[in-house]
């Protein structure tokens, strides 16, 4: 699974709150933006006021924490608010801010959401728009950080996950998406090139084309020549699943720049079929 290509856009932001201080998280919106979301996660365990400020200046909020939608007029945009509730598999809890116009665009300018610490145990929050060049290039976070730009579902513990790096710089992608501390394992697990690939085109003939989504086909076949190796050839019987990944991590190769494996961009290294073939 590719990583994604939102390592260099303005969609993820984050921060620490503590009891009784404050945070704002600005974002901008572009004056033609159709639609938008914003997601907040943070902790369960945390209290934490929220409010929301439009770009005329009103305030909205303190917002109530309940089940079901929190509907608020704000110029020309309707907003819809829903607070989430822990699951069966995560003890995080979700906010979730959906932007509607009234009219064709939703209102245009700078956004804030402003955050309280209430009663903080964790007190790491995580905010995201959407990602994947959905929205206009103006409308964004104004202190993006681009660690947890992981798209779904390369962020599953099972897969393999691919950032991409450009090999003929032997560099990294800086579009491709990257980990964090939030996930309980590293993630991406190694880089492929993804960088001007040259690549079959709808139509016949060949072209080039960049992102994490032709960076994975290199890793693909590269389990796929493993597993011959070793299930085919019956050089290791038992080649499937977590062994292909833990024998790729082993294999991959570092890149100049990076001290200390795995990284949150490039994981354990470069992908070498060869090296990760048991000596």
């Not at 060949?206 to 960076?215: C, E, H, I, L």
């Not at 038992?238 to 990284?263: H, T």
Request: net charge neutral; aromatic share 12%; glycine share 14%.
């Amino acid at each position: 699974m590719g990583t994604g290509n939102n390592g260099n856009d303005s969609v993820h932001t984050a921060g620490i709150l503590e009891t009784g201080t404050q945070a704002e998280i600005p974002f901008s919106v572009s004056p033609r933006e159709p639609v938008l979301n914003v997601q907040l996660w943070k902790s369960y365990a945390d209290e934490i006021e929220i409010s929301l400020v439009t770009p005329s200046g009103e305030r909205i909020g303190p917002l109530s924490e309940q089940i079901g939608t929190q509907r608020y007029q704000a110029g020309e945009t309707e907003l819809l608010i829903y607070y989430g509730k822990p699951g069966p598999f995560q003890v995080t809890q979700e906010i979730y801010f959906d932007f509607i116009p009234r009219g064709a665009y939703i209102t245009g300018g700078v956004w804030k959401i402003q955050l309280r610490g209430r009663r903080i145990k964790d007190g790491s929050y995580q905010l995201w728009l959407p990602g994947g060049r959905v929205l206009n290039p103006a409308t964004g976070f104004y202190y993006p950080k681009a660690e947890e730009t992981l798209t779904i579902p390369s962020t599953a513990a099972k897969v393999i996950t691919v950032g991409a790096y450009d090999s003929r710089l032997n560099a990294p992608a800086d579009f491709s998406g990257r980990g964090g501390g939030s996930l309980f394992y590293p993630k991406p697990d190694l880089a492929a090139p993804g960088v001007e690939i040259t690549a079959p085109v709808p139509g016949g003939g060949y072209g080039t084309v960049t992102g994490t989504s032709f960076a994975a086909p290199f890793v693909t076949g590269s389990a796929a020549l493993l597993m011959e190796w070793g299930i085919v050839r019956r050089n290791d019987p038992f080649l499937w699943g977590e062994k292909v990944k833990a024998y790729l991590r082993r294999g991959a190769q570092p890149l100049p720049g990076f001290d200390k494996y795995p990284d949150n961009q490039v994981g354990y290294g470069t992908l070498c079929v060869g090296e990760s073939i048991p000596k």
